[in-house]
């Protein structure tokens, strides 16, 4: 089999110090190659998003290994961990995190502003994310002018814009209505099916995990159970 | 990445005018402050100066009584004579020009216009030792002295009240019991910081004594005016005359001055040190003025921390780097505080011209305290709108973004 896009080898994560301390992750063991569709459940409090975190990059692991693409993610700078995430990934949260007062054109535009990409190209670009998330006419509008919806389809554009190898999405549908779930549900797929995007996506509703092809169940800091559908 | 940052920095100060303007508004007001005070302190300064040395740069004025003040009463203390005058001008080499002086407060009446005045009798050098110059007819002469002519010089003030336009020259103005011939009109000097010395009718000190005052005293002088020669001591000078009215007054050597001598230059380096006190103390008024500016942009910038932080924090999690994030932050705040500088150097530009004319002072652009206070300005914004960027942009990207 080809070599893993991301590879987990005991990884820990503590808060505080001393008797303070809280073990949030003890010791994950977790392989994911690329073009899968992964649910990450667990109940609150099982460390699924610290878990997330730490993969995104938006986070460090207290001690063990991690491996994207063969890269020593632990070893890492701040600096290259935030090339790291301009060039390679992607994210999506529950709370959206758009810039405020910002035309959904400028925060598609943003990380390609980071990249170092030139007007023309950006704004191309941009179009072309916001086109495929279904948001054509919606444009110059800011975040406060859109519904929890169209947020999340702004958000998701802006993950995609750079073409990222891996997509992140904390509780993409935490903050959603039954019917928009399943429209960004259906994004999400497309794009993992059409793109051959990784998703890794933390959520704790059965019928959005039924979504991915494969579970990992945590629990207390620890995998419980990880099952791939056929 | 400098112009990506320049550009991000623009669009974020163009996202949150409210923001940008209270920010430089802050630094705005502290800069105008600044430099109209300073500017306009300096320009008082100046125009004291210009007023002192419009009095006479080299000026003694003897005055009968101890000193200024309570020591000042002249009680019981005899008068000065013509005759010290004489004397003093003969024996002290020093002494360019010496002229006795008797004023008097009379009503002066022209018409239906009436007003009380200081009434001067002197003779003609007294024009030359106090710098007065002519706007229109003559001064009176020696022959006008020795003849006691009843003709006087009067100041721009006697004229406006007592002629309003017409023109005085010629005319004839009742001083207190008698009646004078206006021969000439003093090109005016303006207030000083001791009245408005333009409020003044100058005549021979003989027609004032004997037809103004014709009492015993009437001999008597109340001040003798003298210039020094250029480049004299003037303390050895004041020592000299000092010690030749001891002798004529016969003083005792127990016994203290009573009379004094007032030394222009002496007043002139005294006013001056205190109007640059003044400048300095307005120019810290508003120093605080720029402080108080600065805070409130601090608390600006502090109270949009929060948002701010979340900003920043999605900013990393798409990818900037925290050296990234704080170069637009620096250009934000470098920006703002230029910009609100600039107004603030232009607004002062204007309060101080306008104002200047106001309260009749010169306006002199000043640049060292333009840059001063720029400068200042600028470190100000520079350092509350970085610092609190620094720390957030060295957080996690996950710990920035749960800040709310």
Redesign the interface.
């Known amino acids: 089999m080809n070599t893993p896009l991301i590879e987990l080898r005991g990884l820990t994560k503590t808060y505080g110090l001393g008797d303070a301390a809280f073990q949030a992750l003890k010791g994950i063991d977790l392989t994911i190659h690329k073009g899968e569709f992964v649910a990450i459940m667990g109940p609150s409090g099982s460390g699924k998003s610290t878990l997330m975190n730490v993969l995104g990059c938006l986070d460090t692991p207290t001690t063990g290994s991690y491996q994207y693409e063969s890269i020593a993610v632990e070893a890492l700078d701040a600096d290259q961990r935030s090339l790291l995430r301009r060039y390679a990934l992607g994210f999506v949260f529950q709370g959206f995190n758009l810039l405020a007062r910002t035309s959904s054109l400028e925060n598609v535009e943003l990380p390609l502003l980071y990249r170092g990409m030139s007007r023309a190209d950006r704004h191309e670009k941009a179009v072309a994310a916001l086109t495929s998330v279904g948001l054509t006419t919606k444009l110059s509008r800011t975040p406060g002018e859109l519904s929890g919806g169209q947020q999340q389809r702004v958000a998701i554009a802006r993950a995609i814009v750079t073409e990222p190898s891996t997509l992140f999405a904390d509780e993409p549908t935490g903050n959603l209505d039954s019917v928009t779930t399943r429209d960004i549900m259906e994004l999400l797929t497309r794009l993992n099916e059409d793109r051959g995007i990784t998703v890794l996506m933390v959520t704790h509703d059965d019928e959005v995990a039924a979504t991915a092809k494969r579970r990992v169940v945590i629990k207390d800091g620890l995998v419980e159970s990880d099952s791939t559908s056929p | 990445?400098i112009w990506?940052a320049f550009?991000?920095a623009v669009?974020e100060i163009g996202?949150?005018l409210t923001r940008a303007f209270l920010t430089v508004l802050g630094i705005f007001i502290g800069v105008a402050a600044i430099i109209t005070m300073v500017t306009l302190g300096q320009g008082a300064t100046l125009a004291v100066k210009a007023q002192i040395s419009s009095l006479g740069s080299n000026l003694l004025t003897l005055r009968p009584g101890a000193g200024f003040g309570s020591r000042g009463s002249t009680a019981g203390v005899p008068h000065f004579t013509e005759k010290d005058a004489l004397i003093l001008g003969e024996q002290i080499a020093n002494i360019a020009a010496i002229a006795p002086v008797r004023t008097a407060a009379m009503s002066t009446i022209n018409l239906s216009n009436a007003r009380s005045s200081t009434v001067t009798g002197t003779t003609p050098v007294y024009f030359q030792i106090n710098k007065w110059s002519l706007a229109d007819g003559r001064f009176f002469t020696d022959a006008d002295v020795r003849s006691g002519s009843a003709v006087c010089v009067i100041g721009n003030t006697v004229r406006v009240e007592l002629f309003g336009t017409e023109n005085p020259i010629g005319a004839k103005i009742r001083i207190g019991r008698a009646s004078c011939e206006v021969i000439g009109l003093l090109a005016t000097k303006g207030q000083a910081g001791m009245g408005d010395q333009d409020d003044t009718i100058i005549m021979p000190l003989s027609a004032l004594q004997r037809r103004l005052i014709g009492k015993t005293s009437s001999n008597d002088i109340n001040q003798i005016s003298i210039s020094a020669r250029d480049g004299t001591d003037s303390i050895a000078l004041i020592a000299e005359i000092s010690s030749l009215m001891r002798q004529r007054r016969n003083l005792q050597r127990n016994q203290d001055n009573n009379f004094n001598i007032f030394d222009t230059r002496q007043i002139a380096e005294t006013l001056g040190a205190t109007t640059q006190l003044m400048t300095m103390l307005l120019a810290a008024v508003a120093g605080v003025s720029l402080l108080v500016g600065g805070i409130g942009i601090m608390n600006i910038m502090l109270v949009s921390v929060t948002?701010r932080t979340?900003?920043i924090?999605?900013?990393?999690?798409?990818?900037?780097?925290?050296?990234?994030v704080l170069l637009q932050f620096l250009i934000e705040a470098v920006t703002l505080s230029c910009i609100g500088g600039l107004l603030g150097i232009l607004l002062a530009f204007g309060l101080c011209y306008s104002l200047a004319q106001v309260i009749q002072v010169p306006f002199n652009f000043n640049s060292q305290i333009n840059l001063i206070a720029f400068a200042f300005s600028a470190l100000v914004g520079v350092v509350f709108g970085y610092t609190p960027a620094r720390r957030a942009a060295r957080l996690?990207?996950?710990?920035a973004?749960r800040h709310e």
Request: aromatic share 0%.
């Open positions: 990445m990506n550009a991000i669009r996202r949150n948002e979340h900003e924090g999605i900013r990393l999690a798409i990818g900037a780097t925290a050296r990234e996690n990207p996950i710990d973004l």
